[in-house]
């Protein structure tokens, strides 16, 4: 089923995709779509804005990005440390909130991993929603571990990258690698390598 529909009066209509039509657009299945929609980053199913994500280049997982696909958004335990008002990620998120739910405590990563990567990108379904600058670990326990972290960048629509927010006290050269992960998909799966994008005929 495809619906016409009206986002903004100086933008020409466009088509709504259906979930079903959507999932088979982009690769993933009806509940992920419903995943996307219910964490607010994917706001509808317009046609255009799923033809941008469709277009999204893959991070493959041989390179140098561990990521952390994260779940839907809940309150976070009281007594929870470091404390934190909501575990998991939504759009409605302040970005204050975006770190705080995202900088562990944590299991399974490769502590000086993250380190050498510096930037820690964050996926729901595979697509990237914000990414982490890691400044540092902090150890809650050999096996468990959280991280001293900023916001270099956020996506505030997916599929919609001229809206998403990149920390400009960056470097070019990271504003450049924040840009990038942020308009990629990853392969990877909770949590594991996501690597470079690879270049044409590289």
């Given at each position: 089923?495809?619906?016409?529909?009206?986002?903004?009066?100086?933008?020409?209509?466009?088509?709504?995709?259906?979930?079903?039509?959507?999932?088979?657009?982009?690769?993933?299945?009806?509940?992920?779509?419903?995943?996307?929609?219910?964490?607010?980053?994917?706001?509808?199913?317009?046609?255009?804005?799923?033809?941008?994500?469709?277009?999204?280049?893959?991070?493959?997982?041989?390179?140098?990005?561990?990521?952390?696909?994260?779940?839907?958004?809940?309150?976070?335990?009281?007594?929870?440390?470091?404390?934190?008002?909501?575990?998991?990620?939504?759009?409605?998120?302040?970005?204050?909130?975006?770190?705080?739910?995202n900088?562990?405590?944590?299991?399974?990563?490769?502590?000086?991993?993250?380190l050498?990567?510096?930037?820690?990108p964050?996926?729901?379904?595979?697509?990237?929603?914000?990414?982490?600058?890691?400044?540092?670990?902090?150890?809650?326990?050999?096996?468990?571990?959280?991280?001293?972290?900023?916001?270099?960048?956020?996506?505030?629509?997916?599929?919609?990258?001229?809206?998403?927010?990149?920390?400009?006290?960056?470097?070019?050269?990271?504003?450049?690698?924040?840009?990038?992960?942020?308009?990629?998909?990853?392969?990877s799966?909770v949590?594991?390598?996501?690597?470079?994008?690879?270049?044409?005929?590289?």
């Amino acid at each position: 089923m495809v619906n016409l529909i009206q986002i903004d009066p100086a933008v020409p209509a466009t088509y709504a995709m259906s979930r079903q039509k959507a999932a088979e657009f982009l690769g993933i299945s009806v509940d992920s779509v419903g995943f996307l929609l219910k964490s607010r980053y994917l706001p509808d199913l317009d046609a255009r804005r799923l033809l941008s994500m469709a277009g999204q280049p893959w991070l493959y997982s041989d390179g140098d990005y561990p990521v952390l696909q994260q779940g839907a958004s809940e309150h976070a335990p009281k007594k929870l440390v470091p404390p934190r008002k909501y575990i998991g990620e939504s759009a409605a998120h302040s970005d204050i909130e975006c770190v705080e739910a995202n900088q562990g405590v944590w299991a399974g990563f490769n502590v000086d991993h993250v380190l050498a990567a510096r930037f820690l990108p964050v996926t729901l379904r595979k697509f990237p929603v914000s990414v982490l600058q890691i400044h540092e670990a902090n150890s809650a326990d050999e096996e468990r571990v959280s991280f001293v972290a900023t916001l270099a960048g956020r996506v505030r629509e997916l599929g919609a990258p001229h809206l998403n927010y990149i920390d400009k006290s960056l470097s070019a050269e990271d504003q450049e690698i924040v840009r990038t992960l942020l308009t990629s998909r990853s392969t990877s799966t909770v949590p594991g390598p996501c690597g470079k994008l690879k270049q044409p005929n590289a």
